[in-house]
């Protein structure tokens, strides 16, 4: 099992955060394209034991689950968990669920043959740690699997809009969209893994008809955005430069009512 220890301030922060909203929404109107996606590039099938880490409302673990494979989906949120329990359960596959922090997994060392996440451990605030933890958890010449937003890309924008609007990170907190630069992931998984290959890819989102509706959405649903507008409170001047910052990054991206979400696809092997 592995001995990583977990900052419980910031974890218990980072809990509260994601069950702000309605996630579920969000993964299941505008992101669970991204799932199959994943599923298909780890060659998921039949016989492999897989971990989801950060699995959300199991976007990626149903998918998986519903191609025969033995699947655990964990995520740090219990409301999440609870949430992806049950659209299993309607779904008809069984999995197994579990709720755990990516930076310190319940799982043996070697435990899985595919360990991926997707837009998950991306917000693990110590990319090192979360990556040795699902590292540690894959066995040798197992497969990893990853899908995160790019800094560049409209999620990673999203995030550098929000940051004057919130408070500073604790030190050692990393940006989540690091994990969207091929060079950072290439760092953090190093010599551990074999055969790494990183794609940049885009998602289609057609639910917008401009930035104001997309900020509308994600001020309601999005727990990162909620926590945005919660931290400037009842002052009216920065709440107003908050909605236009996002309205009008929105509208950068909105293209005859459709947006391209950029994000990084990698794969790579257990040593």
């Known amino acids: 099992m592995g001995v990583a220890t977990v900052d419980q301030e910031l974890a218990a922060k980072h809990r509260a955060l994601w069950a702000l909203g309605d996630y579920g929404a969000i993964a299941t109107h505008i992101v669970a394209p991204l799932g ?37 989906a964990s995520d740090l949120c219990p409301q999440l968990v609870d949430e992806g329990a049950h659209l299993a359960a309607e779904r008809g596959v069984d999995i197994t669920w579990k709720e755990a922090n990516a930076e310190a997994l319940p799982f043996a060392d070697a ?25 540690r958890v894959t066995r040798s010449g197992g497969r990893i699997g990853l899908i995160s937003w790019t800094p560049e890309g409209f999620i990673g924008q999203l995030f550098a809009t929000m940051k004057p609007f919130v408070p500073a990170p ?55 955005t909620i926590a945005a507008y919660r931290a400037v409170g009842d002052d009216a001047e920065r709440t107003a430069a908050l909605d236009g910052a996002i309205a009008s990054l929105g509208d950068r991206f909105v293209d005859g009512g459709t947006m391209k979400w950029e994000y990084l696809l990698v794969t790579a092997r257990r040593r």
């Open 111 to 135: 435990e899985f043959d595919v360990v991926m996440s997707c837009i998950g451990v991306m917000f693990a605030p110590h990319h090192e740690q979360a990556a040795r933890e699902l590292v």
């Open 36 to 72: 199959p996606v994943l599923v298909e590039a780890c060659g998921i099938g039949p016989d492999d034991r897989v971990l989801d880490i950060a699995a959300g409302t199991g976007n990626a673990a149903i998918p998986a689950a519903l191609t025969g494979a033995q699947v655990t």
């Open 170 to 224: 604790p030190p050692g907190v990393s940006p989540p969209p690091l994990w969207g630069n091929e060079d950072h992931v290439r760092a953090l998984l190093g010599g551990a893994v074999d055969g790494l290959e990183a794609m940049r890819r885009s998602l289609t989102v057609d639910m917008f008809a401009d930035g104001a509706a997309f900020r509308d959405f994600f001020e309601a649903n999005y727990g990162p």
